[in-house]
């Protein structure tokens, strides 16, 4: 089974950038859908964005998110991204990572559809 490991959270300043990184090991990543979600504070979890095995198909939670929130793989490395542009405070929240074994050609958005996750980067944004 993949495990998944998230990286690059930390406290910026609204309106800079961060990029997260989603690092898998074992298991097959390269047949896997990989979503972000994140969980604000006092908050339920929430989806961000999700792409799919290949990478050439991409969901995000909205259209509004797409300009700000980039995701995207490289297989080769294992590794999943999210670019996020243009911080804002509501920004803050603690990013997850997950994996859905799936070679479907559209990725998945509900996380009841994803059975791997890893353990979260907080990203913190000030004023």
């Known amino acids: 089974q993949v495990k998944l490991v998230e990286s690059g959270g930390g406290l910026v300043e609204a309106g800079d950038s961060l990029r997260l990184s989603c690092a898998a090991s074992?298991?097959?990543?390269?047949?896997?859908?990989v979503g972000w979600f994140r969980q604000a504070p006092g908050k339920e979890r929430e989806f961000v964005a999700s792409?799919?095995?290949?990478?050439?198909?991409?969901?995000y939670a909205a259209d509004s998110m797409k300009g700000l929130f980039i995701i995207s793989r490289d297989n080769a490395k294992n590794t999943a991204y999210l670019q996020m542009t243009s911080l804002q405070l509501e920004d803050t929240a603690v990013y997850y990572c997950?994996?859905?074994?799936?070679?479907?050609?559209?990725?998945?958005?509900?996380?009841?559809?994803?059975?791997?996750w890893g353990q979260g980067t907080r990203v913190t944004v000030s004023a």
């Open positions: 997950a994996a859905s074994q799936t070679y479907s050609r559209y990725p998945p958005s509900n996380e009841n559809q994803f059975n791997v």
């Open positions: 074992g298991g097959d990543f390269g047949g896997s859908a």
């Open positions: 792409i799919n095995w290949s990478g050439t198909n991409t969901n």
